[in-house]
């Protein structure tokens, strides 16, 4: 039986409309995912530099507003749902709060390379930070200087599982 010419007509319609989609479906994912990674890039380094920040005041670090920055560290990590952890200029982990199997222990050695690149700028990467996460995140570092000498670095995570489930829900918008 001979096809009509409105049925391959149909079909060719259908394919390029398929195709379309699909390519726009590739697209969007394509851009989500560093869409995702320059806000959260954004967000974490706006709140590291926050806490870092907190600590220009000496007496602050040294004296009993210490309390006051580890509950305003705590309020933070809440807010933008991370990991946020203090280390010491040799890489010791002093201080953590967020997810308990993903940050740090107190007393945690952080790889001496990437405490020094931290304490040099802002330092950002994908990844485990050598072990000392549960999990793959994206980290934020950031120096912590007291009377322009470095004292240590702020670092900031969240899971990159985080991304999937945003990925996830733009590619059920799309379709």
């Known amino acids: 039986m001979r096809e009509s010419i409105f049925a391959k007509y149909f079909a060719t319609v259908v394919a390029i409309i398929s195709v379309c989609v699909i390519l726009f479906s590739a697209i969007v994912l394509g851009s989500t995912k560093g869409q995702w990674i320059e806000d959260k890039d954004a967000l974490l380094s706006k709140n590291v530099k926050i806490i870092s920040s907190l600590y220009q005041n000496p007496s602050n670090y040294y004296g009993f507003e210490q309390l006051q920055i580890y509950g305003t560290i705590d309020a933070i990590s809440e807010i933008i749902d991370s990991t946020i952890f203090l280390v010491d200029e040799n890489g010791q982990c002093y201080y953590s709060v967020g ?28 990844g485990d930070l050598s072990g000392a996460l549960g999990e793959r995140c994206f980290i934020v570092g950031y120096p912590i200087v007291i009377n322009g ?18 990925t996830t829900e733009i590619f059920k918008i799309t379709l």
């Open 149 to 166: 000498a470095q004292n240590g670095v702020v670092f900031a995570s969240i899971p990159l599982n985080q991304s999937n489930t945003y």
């Open 99 to 126: 997810e308990e199997n993903n940050a740090p222990k107190n007393g945690y050695i952080i790889n001496q390379g990437i405490t020094l690149k931290a304490t040099k700028g802002k330092y950002v990467e994908t």
